[in-house]
Every structure is written in C-alpha cells, then in structure tokens.
C-alpha cells in the first residue's frame, strides 16, 4: 500500500479534494449566471467556416432549426468526439490501451484519514483509492478478466471481489452513487489553435482519469485561452497573443501525456515477471520518496511555460535565485506590504482579482513590499 502524503507540497492546501464533476459543472454554470451568461444546452454545433476575419457556424437548436451564424472566435471544447477538431483536420494521436477499468464512488468502513491516496498492488493488478467529499471515496481497478461489457454493468458486488480477492483485503464497500467502466486512451492532437478555431479540454487531450489530471487540464486550457481573448477582443493586445495558447497549453498536454502514459501502461501490466518487477520498483520507490513524487505531479504546481513566445527574462545575474520566467510564482509568507499592518500572504493579496499584477520589491533593508495602486478593472 502506497500512502503519497501532500505535508511537503508548497501550498497552504497540502491534500485531496474531491468533488464531482456535476458539482464542478454547477458551481461554473452558477458564476456565469451571475455574470449574466446563459448557458444553451441542446444546441448541436453541425459544422463551420473559418473565413480569416470570423468564423461561420451552422446550428442546431432544440426545435431542430438549423441557423448559421457568425462568430469571432470558435472555442471547441466538445470533447473527445470533437466536431470542430475534425472540422480542423485534427486526429487525435496516440495510443489506446487493451484494457477496462472500472471506477466506484462509494462509501468505505474504515477510518483511513480522507487526505490519503491509496495504491493497492498485486500480481493481479492496481487499484487506486481515493477520497472524494461527503465521505465517500473514488475505487478504480482493473479485473483482466472481464471483457469490457461485462466491466460496463459490474455490480457494487463485483467491485467488492475485485479489491478484497485480488487484493487480498477486507474493505468493506457500500452506498455506491456511480460505477462505470472505461478504456484507456492517451492521445494528444498535434495542435490546438488554427487560425481563429481553438481546441480545449478532452477535444485536444485524452489521457486516463489516473491521478484525476483531466477535467482540471481543461479548465485551465479555458483559464489561459480566455483573458488572452478578453484583451484581443478588448482592442487592448494584438491578435498574436493569441498564438501562446498553443505554444503553451499543447507544451502543458504533452508533458502530462508524457507522464501518465507510462504510469498508466505500467498500472495494466499483463505478464506476472513484470507485474512482479514493478510491485517491487514501488515499494523501493515508495519508501525512497515516490510518496512525494506523485502528490507533486497531481497538484500540478510544477506547470510551466518555459518555451511560451510571451515571457522574455532579464537578470542581472545567473546566480539569482526565485522562479524563472514562466514559472508558478511561488506563495510568500509574512510579507510585509507598506499599506497593511499585519504581515501578509502574497496569494491572499491576489485573490480575487483578475487583474496582472506587478510586484515591486524594495531594497532589503526597507522590509517591505510596494505595491502600486492599480487603476480599476477593465469592464
Ligand atoms: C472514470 C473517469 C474519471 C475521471 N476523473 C477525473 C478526475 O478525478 N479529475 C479530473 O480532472 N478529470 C477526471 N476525468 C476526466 C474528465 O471527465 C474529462 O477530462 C472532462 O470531462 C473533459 O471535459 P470536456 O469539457 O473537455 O469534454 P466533455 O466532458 O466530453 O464535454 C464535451 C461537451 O461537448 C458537447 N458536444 C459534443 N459535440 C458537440 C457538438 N457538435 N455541438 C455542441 N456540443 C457538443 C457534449 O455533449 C458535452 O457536453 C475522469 C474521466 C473518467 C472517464
């Protein structure tokens, strides 16, 4: 059993949090509500024309009217069956895995502290336990033995054979909300911008729900995409900015595609010398540090844009030390701010504001940090 303990990650939120994927999706509806924006559901995009100065679309709505209608960009975020990445030209590349995995939201009796992250190994293969909220955890296995059909209508039952027979535990699960079966593919598309039509999310990138990297990925495609938008279509930047999202957020799919396609090709090893040979690299590993390896790569704060054509850097010398161009800015402690009394914490300063910041530091003897009052928020 591997425990990865999150004590070590630079954050204030050092473990798991779970929460559905519906959850997620309403908690987004809601601010978009809030900002005025209602969502259409049911309207099929069946085709469209990117013809340099727009883009043209072809609808359909609800009542099955078709309309065709003009756009200044096109966002495709349609998953992994993607009408615009085929519109594009675009496959998806890569690799789809023989197996089926199965995945349980369930409720478990025992009192494992829900922060933890639990890898069962055996001859007969993985299985991952995680928590999710309201105090049920996510159980995700393989079962070779069952074609994926049968993996598809897999009973709360059979879940509960799988973990304690081929993994020789007495866990005991109950409640299940959603069990599901799917197959593992890890495929990037070679691009995700072409002129005005973009690629987010699964559309671009699939890769298995191992380490629960896949939806957040999306979010922050979206994340990066949209304030680059907002400028262009502001009249505040020019239209080549939009060119970084590719170099940035395809750089970003690759390097996570690169990671969890091994582990996931090393989770669903067949023959027993290699499955043997991997139970036994884990438990050294484990013991080394892999603990701390794995929550650093699911908490994504390595993600980088070293190679992106928007940063530039300048030092006055190699030896500095801080984060390079491109780079996470790492949270700071105990600032202290010359307009706050009490010491402050740089993300806290943040927060909430979407605006870029600047931050001017002083020379070290002053002990303070300047920050510059800032005009008001574009509208
Ligand atoms: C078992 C499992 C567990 C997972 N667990 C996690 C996890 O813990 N953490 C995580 O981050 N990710 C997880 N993922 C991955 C995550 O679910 C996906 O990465 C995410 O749903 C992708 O979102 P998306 O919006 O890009 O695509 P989708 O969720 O596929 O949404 C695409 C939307 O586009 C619509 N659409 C498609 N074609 C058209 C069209 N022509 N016109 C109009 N609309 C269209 C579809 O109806 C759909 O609503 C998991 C996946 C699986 C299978």
């Not at 993996?151 to 599901?180: C, H, M």
Request: contains cysteine.
């Amino acid at each position: 059993m591997i425990r990865p303990s999150f004590d070590h990650l630079p954050t204030h939120y050092p473990f798991m949090l779970g929460l559905e994927q519906f959850k997620t999706e309403a908690l987004l509806a809601g601010r978009l509500k809030e900002a005025g924006i209602e969502v259409e559901r049911g309207v099929e995009l069946l085709s469209f024309c990117d013809t340099g100065d727009q883009v043209s679309a072809k609808l359909k709505h609800p009542s099955g009217a078709e309309t065709t209608e003009t756009f200044d960009y096109l966002l495709g975020a349609d998953g992994a069956h993607s009408t615009v990445r085929s519109g594009l030209g675009l496959k998806l590349e890569g690799e789809t895995l023989d197996a089926t995995w199965i995945t349980a939201d369930v409720k478990i009796r025992w009192d494992r502290d829900p922060s933890e992250f639990v890898a069962l190994l055996s001859e007969d293969g993985i299985a991952f336990i995680a928590a999710m909220n309201d105090d049920r955890w996510r159980v995700i296995v393989t079962d070779p033995e069952m074609t994926h059909e049968q993996a598809q209508k897999a009973s709360l039952g059979e879940v509960q054979n799988i973990v304690n027979e081929r993994f020789r535990t007495n866990i005991a699960l109950y409640d299940p909300v959603w069990i599901s079966a799917f197959g593992i593919n890890t495929r990037l598309a070679p691009a995700m911008n072409r002129g005005r039509v973009f690629l987010a999310g699964d559309a671009a990138h699939v890769h298995s729900p191992l380490g629960g990297q896949g939806m957040n990925t999306g979010i922050q495609d979206a994340l990066n995409l949209t304030w680059k938008l907002g400028l262009v279509l502001q009249g505040l930047a020019k239209p080549a900015l939009l060119a970084s999202y590719d170099a940035e957020r395809h750089y970003n799919a690759k390097r996570l595609l690169s990671r969890v396609g091994p582990a996931t090709r090393m989770a669903n090893l067949r023959n027993p010398v290699a499955i043997e040979v991997r139970n036994q690299v884990i438990h050294v590993l484990g013991h080394l540090g892999m603990s701390r390896v794995v929550p650093h790569v699911m908490s994504m704060l390595d993600v980088a844009y070293p190679e992106s054509p928007i940063i530039s850097e300048s030092r006055t010398s190699w030896l500095s030390r801080g984060p390079r161009s491109g780079e996470r800015a790492p949270d700071a402690e105990e600032l202290l701010v010359s307009n706050h009394r009490e010491p402050q914490r740089l993300f806290a300063l943040w927060s909430g504001d979407p605006r870029h910041q600047l931050l001017v530091f002083e020379p070290r003897k002053s002990k303070s940090l300047r920050l510059p009052s800032l005009p008001s928020p574009i509208s």
